[in-house]
C-alpha cells in the first residue's frame, strides 16, 4: 500500500495509476476495493475482447473484400460490417466515458482526503452513490439508449453518404461497397447536370412548399379564430367542432381520399363540374397532373388540413390577453382592425413564435402530405433518371431514391443536408424555452 501525502504530492501518483489501469489508484492508495475492483474488471473484459474489437474496426476500414466462388453466406456484406463498426465504436465511447469516471473519482477522493485527513470509510462510499452518483446512474441507462438507438443510426445513415452503397454493381452481400469520400457530394452539387438540376428543383419546391404549408395554415387558423372570437356566435362551439374535424381524421385517409377525387378523369370533382356544364370531358382541370397545378393543389389541401390546429392554439393565446386591454383601445377610437394588428397579431404571434419555427421544420419532412396525395407526381424531364417528380419534397425524394432506385448513398446526402438545414432550427427553437433558459417548464 502506496502511503498518501496530504499535502498533495500525491496527485501525480494518483493521476498516473489512474490513466495507467482504470482502477488501480482506488485499489493501491484509496483503499476502495469495491469501486477499484469494479473499474479494473471493466478494463480487464475490454482487453480481452480487444481482439474482436480490433477485427471489427478492421471491417469498418475495408468494408469486406470481394469473395467470388463462395456462398453468398461467406461473403462480407458491407453495411452490416459497418454497424458493427459504428457500434464497437458507441462501446469505446462509453468505454472512455467510463476511464474519465475513475480518473475523476480517483482525484476527487484524494482531494477530499487532503482537507479532511482521512479516507472516505465504506458506509460512506456506499452513501454518496446514493446520492452524488444517484444522478448518473440514473440517467445511465437513458444515455444508453440515445446512443444506440439515436446516434448509432444518424452515424450510420451520414456514413452511407461517403460511400458507393447503389444499384446495381454495390448492393450487399453480392457486391460490396467502398468508401468514396466526397463523390456523392460532389455529383449532387455540380457533379452531374441532371443530379445537380433535380436536387436545385426539389430542395426549391420543398422551401416554398414548407413556408406556403406554414404560412397559409397559421394565417387560416388565425382568421377563423378572430372569428370565432369577435362575432360571438352562439353556435360556435359547433362550427369549431365542425373545423377540428380535418385535423382530427388521420392524414393518410384524408389525402387518400382528397387524391381519388381530384383525379383528372375519373374524380369526383371534375364529374361534378361536367355534369353542372362548366366544363367538358376534353377540358377537364388536371388538378395533380399538371406540375404547377398540382403544387398549388397541395398547397391548398393541407391548408384544409392543417389551419384547425393554428386556429385552436390562436384561440388559447387570445385568451391570454386582458379584456381591460380590448376595451381600452375601443374607448379609444380604435377599429376592429387596428384592434387586432396593435394587440391581438403581435401578442398571439410572440406566444406561438417557437410553435411557427416547428411547423415550418416538421413541413419540410411532411411526408404523408405530399407522398399520400400526389405520390410525387407528376412525372417531369429527369424523373426516370433521379425518380424525383414533379411535387417531390427532399423527404419523399428520398423514399423514391431507396425503394425504387436503390441509390442510398444519394438518399444518404440527402438526408445529411436535411439534418443540417433543420438542426439549427430545432437548436433556436429549443434554446427560447423556459426549460433551457431557467431550468423549469
Known sequence: MVTLARDGSSRKKILLLSLLLMGLAHLTMLKQYIKG?????????????????????????????????????????????????????????????????SVRSALSTYK??????????????FSEMTTKAFPVAALSPLVVLILFFVVVPLVFSASVAFTNYSSPDHIPPNNTVDWVGLDNF???????????GALGRVAAWTLVWATAATVTCYAGGML??????????KISPIFRTLFILPYAVPAVVSMLVWQNLLNGSFGTINRTLIELGLMTQETTIPWLSDPTLAKFTCVLINL??????????????MTAISKETFEAARIDGASRFQVFKSITLPSVIYQTMPLIIMSFTHNINNF???????????????????????????VTWIYNLTLNLQKYNYAAVLAVCIFIVLAPFAIFNFRRTKSYKEGEL
Open 304 to 317: 384544409w388540413a392543417g389551419f384547425p390546429y393554428f386556429m385552436l392554439l390562436t384561440m388559447g393565446s
Open 224 to 233: 377563423m379564430a378572430v372569428i370565432m372570437h369577435e362575432t360571438k356566435l
Open 37 to 101: 475492483a469494479i473499474f479494473a474488471a471493466v478494463e480487464v473484459a475490454v482487453l480481452a475482447l480487444s481482439p474482436f474489437i480490433f477485427r471489427i474496426l478492421g471491417g469498418v476500414i475495408t468494408l469486406g473484400e470481394p469473395k467470388p466462388g463462395v456462398t453468398i453466406f461467406e461473403k462480407d456484406h458491407s453495411m452490416f460490417m459497418l454497424i458493427d463498426g459504428i457500434i464497437v465504436l458507441a462501446v469505446l465511447f462509453i468505454f472512455v466515458s467510463l476511464y474519465a469516471i
Open 368 to 394: 404523408g402530405a405530399i407522398f399520400f396525395l400526389t405520390g410525387g407526381n407528376p412525372v417531369v424531364a429527369d424523373s426516370t433518371t433521379t425518380s424525383a417528380k414533379g411535387t417531390d419534397i427532399v
Open 112 to 125: 477530499d482526503y487532503c482537507a479532511l485527513g482521512q479516507l472516505p470509510s465504506h458506509k460512506k462510499i
Open 186 to 196: 460532389k455529383t449532387m452539387f455540380g457533379g452531374n447536370i441532371t443530379w445537380t
